[in-house]
């Protein structure tokens, strides 16, 4: 092999053992985008604790008036679900709306049926759950209350559309999800409250709906997702110092640009002197 050639091997060689440095660029930003998603989960933490606290305020205080119809286009999830309130009026039988449900007593259906108040607006009321062998409103006539009423409960917002992968269809009076409005417009209801409420075990009669059956369940996992976050940006930073910075700390053997020929070649002679000189070989 001639000198050039070995200079040219030993050149490649090194260019070899570094990495492209695009490959630096795109773990960096990898970096980068996993710390962001660590820092994201770590306050939507923040803000499920400070959601949870709120609902818990909101269920345990006192029972309040619902809204007045002045102010129902400005109710909201964030401001007033899950608010203990309290209404009074006549319940519509003849109007109630059955949802499928599947709560702690099994399957079956939440009955809502519409309140008329004094001043003549309704508000749905959610008032419980019933299974499906008492889905005929003749087998609880006697939990239908027939005069005035007081209900205390929840308020909850509207559930448009549907449930999971399931749409209502009024026209067959099939319903997933409680959906105020469509179910208003399949009942002729005018005057509606955008909200319904779910009523407390207190509301129940006779052998009425069963109430007080509201889950409230908000999970919280988002700080086992920022630890995950972190724990893979850590393992790539790890991953990249290793292979970009390694070599800062391992022992640089000397290099020569000298090629060591072997005996024989008019190229023999040795050019160097020292323990790691090549063969000296007499020339022929």
Wanted: proline fraction near 6%.
């Amino acid at each position: 092999m001639t000198e050039t050639g070995t200079v040219a091997s030993k050149a490649t060689g090194r260019d070899a053992a570094h990495p492209p440095s695009w490959l630096a660029v795109l773990s960096l930003t990898a970096i980068a985008l996993l710390i962001a998603l660590g820092g994201w989960q770590i306050e939507r933490r923040a803000w499920k604790l400070a959601l949870i606290d709120r609902v818990e305020q909101r269920v345990h205080a006192p029972a309040q008036p619902i809204p007045s119809p002045a102010a129902w286009p400005t109710v909201s999830a964030a401001n007033d679900e899950y608010r203990h309130v309290s209404v009074s009026g006549r319940f519509l039988h003849d109007r109630e709306t059955l949802a499928q449900a599947v709560t702690e007593e099994g399957p079956g259906y939440w009955v809502l049926t519409p309140l008329r108040r004094d001043d003549g607006t309704l508000v749905l009321v959610n008032r419980g759950f019933v299974p499906s062998d008492r889905r005929d409103a003749s087998t609880r006539w006697d939990g239908n209350p027939q005069g005035q009423v007081e209900i205390t409960g929840l308020l909850r917002v509207t559930e448009p559309k549907g449930g999971f992968l399931r749409n209502n269809v009024p026209e067959h009076n099939r319903w997933y999800s409680r959906d105020v409005a469509a179910i208003a417009t399949a009942r002729g209801l005018d005057h509606v409250a955008p909200f319904f409420i779910d009523a407390d075990a207190r509301s129940q009669s006779g052998s009425g709906p069963i109430g007080g059956l509201t889950v409230i369940s908000f999970p919280n996992n988002h700080l086992i997702y920022a630890l995950t976050w972190f724990a893979l940006a850590f393992m790539l930073a790890g991953k990249l110092f290793v292979t970009f910075g390694g070599g800062l700390f391992r022992r640089k053997e000397p290099w020569s640009g000298f090629a060591h020929e072997a005996a024989g070649g008019l190229d023999a002679v040795a050019r160097r002197t020292g323990s790691d000189a090549g063969t000296i070989g007499e020339p022929t």
